[in-house]
């Protein structure tokens, strides 16, 4: 082990660190789906996913430090499994927006309030974010190809240095995702996304964003 006290050296941090910044920066399913959910929901739904993304990074990263990844890699059909799992419940989540959408238009058309606990959707959007991230098989084939680069054996666990190096990722991952859906809520609220027929179009917006990532994630090749 080296008498290592910290898993990964200080070099590699310098080197890491930039790169895992400019993978998080550049746009992706993770960051279009927290900005559909700021555009759904709120600026604290879009928190709460972008949490469930991380989430769901850090399990990706865990069962890559077990070598469970190598199942996925290497077994054709449960990446297939995998992937359409994720297309099918983006395409619900699509239609889920689509309905909520045009019940919130009509309950505000008479004057009632449609929306339910602040707590409860933050939940709801934290699941969904972690379960959107955990049906992508592209992430633990990501993380297999990625990480192991920074990874030094002499230095002791395998699986300690992938976490902490996966947690890296996630951190940063969170805080953009984060800002991209804050900011797409407050562009929402600036277009008047929060009533009556702008509130429907936001609503499709959001709806078209989830579709679209089912179509991305159901036309990936594995390679």
Not at 19 to 47: H, I, K, Y
Not at 100 to 119: F, K, N
Not at 186 to 215: D, Y
Request: glycine residues 16%; aromatic residues 8%.
């Amino acid at each position: 082990m080296g008498g290592a006290l910290w898993p990964v050296d200080a070099v590699t941090l310098l080197t890491f660190v930039p790169a895992a910044l400019a993978l998080n920066l550049t746009p992706g399913a993770d960051m279009l789906f927290c900005a559909g959910q700021g555009l759904r929901s709120g600026s604290v739904a879009a928190v709460a996913a972008s949490a469930g993304v991380a989430l769901g990074g850090v399990v990706h990263v865990a069962l890559a430090g077990l070598g469970l990844g190598a199942v996925i890699a290497t077994m054709p059909w449960t990446f297939e499994v995998i992937r359409w799992l994720g297309v099918a419940y983006l395409l619900w989540l699509a239609w889920q927006t689509l309905r909520r959408s045009g019940l919130s238009a009509r309950a505000q058309e008479v004057g009632e309030v449609a929306a339910g606990p602040a707590g409860r959707g933050a939940w709801a959007s934290l699941r969904q974010g972690m379960v959107v991230n955990l049906t992508n098989p592209k992430v633990i084939l990501f993380v297999l190809a990625f990480i192991p680069q920074f990874v030094d054996p002499a230095r002791g666990s395998v699986l300690v240095q992938f976490l902490v190096l996966g947690a890296i990722v996630s951190l940063g991952g969170f805080v953009i995702n984060a800002l991209a859906g804050i900011f797409a809520h407050r562009l929402g609220r600036r277009l008047g996304g929060g009533e009556g027929r702008a509130g429907r179009w936001m609503g499709r917006i959001s709806a078209g964003i989830f579709a679209g990532l089912a179509l991305r994630l159901a036309f990936l090749e594995k390679g």
